[in-house]
């Protein structure tokens, strides 16, 4: 009686763990086709391997939004008022929520996409705006001076 119950048990983890490696390479191989699309070097022109995450040039501010120590990488952007600011999201390294990308006070709301990863505005107005994902876990200052 208590061996047949050990065996059930037994049986019973060895399905749990093979459910559990079945889900890890389902969701390992949909991550692999769905960030096939974007490249760390290719995100930013320019970019030197995703190093270099804000660019200004002339008008245009390109920023290429990574990870870094759990929060959005930069979580600083400093732009000039009247300058035209282009934030490309890193979805290979935006998990989660904070794909879901938000600038409360100017009205921004975007989520990046493997094939839809850049959202684009008009820094028209100086101050200090708040950047976060949907859920507040990562976030940031825009800084328009
Ligand atoms: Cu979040």
Same mark, same amino acid.
């Given at each position: 009686?208590? *061996?047949?119950?050990?065996?059930? %048990?037994?049986?019973?983890?060895?399905?749990?763990?093979?459910?559990?490696?079945?889900?890890?390479?389902?969701?390992?191989?949909?991550?692999?086709?769905?960030?096939?699309?974007?490249?760390?070097?290719?995100?930013?022109?320019?970019?030197?391997?995703?190093?270099?995450?804000?660019?200004? *040039?002339?008008?245009?501010?390109?920023?290429?939004?990574?990870?870094?120590?759990?929060?959005?990488?930069?979580?600083?952007?400093?732009?000039?008022?009247?300058?035209?600011? %282009?934030?490309?999201?890193?979805?290979?390294?935006?998990?989660?929520?904070?794909?879901?990308?938000?600038?409360?006070?100017?009205?921004?709301?975007?989520?990046?996409?493997?094939? *839809?990863?850049?959202?684009?505005?008009?820094?028209?107005?100086?101050? %200090?705006?708040?950047?976060?994902?949907?859920?507040?876990?990562?976030?940031?200052?825009?800084?328009?001076?």
């Amino acid at each position: 009686m208590g *061996d047949e119950i050990n065996i059930n %048990k037994k049986t019973l983890y060895k399905s749990l763990v093979f459910i559990a490696v079945l889900i890890f390479l389902i969701v390992a191989f949909i991550n692999i086709f769905t960030g096939a699309a974007a490249n760390d070097t290719e995100l930013v022109k320019g970019g030197s391997a995703g190093l270099n995450r804000v660019i200004e *040039d002339g008008n245009m501010v390109t920023v290429n939004l990574g990870v870094a120590n759990y929060n959005y990488d930069p979580n600083t952007i400093k732009v000039k008022l009247g300058q035209k600011v %282009k934030i490309i999201g890193n979805v290979n390294q935006l998990q989660g929520c904070l794909k879901a990308f938000l600038i409360p006070d100017l009205g921004i709301s975007k989520l990046f996409r493997s094939n *839809d990863n850049t959202v684009e505005f008009t820094a028209d107005q100086k101050g %200090k705006f708040k950047f976060s994902c949907s859920m507040g876990m990562g976030s940031g200052l825009l800084i328009v001076e």
